[in-house]
């Protein structure tokens, strides 16, 4: 590389900042998977790295690590992610099909809680374990993380 030493200390940390960044968690023997697989891998609840190793050991819980490849599941950070999602599209769902309802036929109060009280936990509880899922694989495939200073030489 051609260039002006005297930019010195400038190019020094640029460059050192390239070779400080961190290589993803993928094993290096492996085409990197494209997003649909990493979504599907996700959906079904499987290791985002080798899509065969379980997820969960229970119905929310992690487990410490993937059975078949043995990835490391501490890098993991849903957070709120997967309950904002699962809270707006059940909310579309039954608060639009208790209005339709309710302008329609007027039903008594205790058929509105009947009928929507099931649909709420339908809504919520199913789909939770695969969104949850779904946003690990993102994190995984676009190596999200929490952000980080550079590490720079001492000056
Ligand atoms: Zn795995």
Redesign the pocket.
Known sequence: MDRDPSSGPDFVRATFSHKGRREGHRMPDQTPPTVTESAMRGLAC????????KLYAGFLTLRP???????DYAFIDAGDGPAIFIIMIAGAIVVGCALVVEIKYQPPYWLHAVLWLPLILATTLLPLRAMKSLLIALQFHHKAAEGRLIGREPE
């Not at 499987?46 to 190793?53: E, H, I, L, N, S």
């Not at 690590?65 to 990835?71: E, F, I, K, R, V």
């Open positions: 499987k290791c985002p790295r080798c899509g065969k190793g690590n993937c059975t078949a490849c043995g990835l």
